[in-house]
């Protein structure tokens, strides 16, 4: 790892082979091949094989860095309530900026999620279809900084691993935030899609205050995405 970013390497740079890197760190294979596998799963490396082939740097994807953050905020018991404090910020941040950055084409895949949750009866459907608009949200965004954040808080703050559910009018309503989100990020009007933003999703935190309050200081619970 030292020596990717002290070399100032890139994703698709050499690293050298097993034999190369064998010697140059003074360890053995299974040492090394263990170091390798650990870098691989988190993306930092990847291995080519054939001629000319060997350890490249890898490009680490947000879902990488988004679980473990995740994990490291599930198991220091961060509280439901201060991961959902963490959301109200960063989520008006990314819709100030999708605003600002989204193309038309990220704009109608929205629409086309707003429609999916007004049809939608099954309350785990309509939990996924929520998480798939914010998530169109932060990639429209163009900040991956703000997007890795959203991606960890996303496997934390949406409440359904805490039991939270949401009545024909609490859905109605989220659609309808929807819709006013998506039409401030049409019209370019970056403020006022941040600032329906944050009332969107203080809306969460006021539900809980009212109907499950005792969340707030419960350790938060981790969602595991399939596959994950």
Known sequence: MGRIINSGLKPGDVLGTEADLVAEHEVSRPTLRESLRMLEAQGVIALRPGPGGGVVVGRPSIDSLAH?????????GVPFGTVLKAREVIEPALAFEAATNGQDAEFDEMDKSIERMRDVEDQEDFVL???TFHQLIAQASRNQVLESFWEAISLLAHGEQHAIRFSFGNRMHVVKAHEEILAACRDRKPEIAAARMASHVGELEHLVKLKYRALLDEPTRMLIKAGG
């Open 129 to 131: 279809e929520n998480r």
């Open 68 to 76: 473990a953050l995740s994990v490291f905020l599930y198991l220091q």
